[in-house]
T-cell receptor
Framework: DQQVKQNSPSLSVQEGRISILNCDYT??????FLWYKKYPAEGPTFLIS?????DKNEDGRFTVFLNKSAKHLSLHIVPSQPGDSAVYFC???????????FGTGTSLTVIP | DAGITQSPRHKVTETGTPVTLRCHQT?????MYWYRQDPGHGLRLIHY???????DKGEVSDGYSVSRSKTEDFLLTLESATSSQTSVYFC?????????????FGPGTRLTVL
């Protein structure tokens, strides 16, 4: 069973507009949530994270929102830039399981 | 740059042959991970290690074994490769002593099993 789901395989956004990437998870025991960015032929790179005690974390153009009751995580990028074009993975972590689970990824294209 | 290298970067092999992938880190981190990335599946954990000779299974461990005899090296072995193991394999580490926090990934190994 997929513990983490990213239901949109792809997303296209105009440069300067907001990109919203979504992620749903199944287990309420997850307590740490992360977003990674991946360019072709490279390993994923960490972008931003949030712990379960918070509902928002901001880092420059990137903001992650956590809705624990809905088991939903989202990443907002504003303003979007062409260099943001990449595949974005959400990941979750449980201290009890000591493992990370990744979503299937969303390919973001920012159109100049 | 977390000082993670993977070797080989590309490999083509035949069904039934053994294959070993190497992950090397230069910073002596405790936790190391092996993932595979496949279309439609994202990244899935194969095995991880929390110290020398300490390893545990991930969600897709069947057909894989690992060894960690030194802090800096984490080896992933396919005892008898199958076509379903064609994938891109990523190694990752976590900085610090706890098993949480952000992971840093290596550049990946593209494995093709014919």
């Amino acid at each position: 069973d997929q513990q983490v789901k990213q239901n949109s395989p792809s997303l296209s956004v105009q440069e300067g507009r907001i990109s919203i990437l979504n992620c749903d998870y199944t287990n309420s025991m997850f307590d740490y949530f992360l977003w990674y960015k991946k360019y072709p032929a490279e390993g994923p790179t960490f972008l931003i994270s949030i712990s379960s005690i918070k509902d928002k974390n901001e880092d420059g153009r990137f903001t992650v929102f956590l809705n624990k009751s809905a088991k939903h995580l989202s990443l907002h990028i504003v303003p979007s830039q062409p260099g943001d074009s990449a595949v974005y993975f959400c990941a979750v972590f449980s201290n009890t399981g000591n493992q990370f689970y990744f979503g299937t990824g969303t390919s973001l294209t920012v159109i100049p | 740059d977390a000082g993670i290298t993977q070797s080989p970067r590309h490999k083509v092999t035949e069904t039934g042959t053994p294959v070993t992938l190497r992950c090397h880190q230069t910073e002596n981190h405790r936790y190391m991970y092996w993932y595979r990335q496949d279309p439609g599946h994202g990244l899935r954990l194969i095995h991880y290690s929390y110290g020398v000779k300490d390893t545990d299974k991930g969600e897709v461990s069947d057909g894989y074994s690992v060894s960690r005899s030194k802090t800096e090296d984490f080896l992933l072995t396919l005892e008898s490769a199958t076509s379903s193991q064609t994938s891109v394999y990523f190694c990752a580490i976590i900085r610090g002593l706890a098993g949480d926090g952000e992971q840093f990934f290596g550049p990946g190994t593209r494995l093709t099993v014919l």
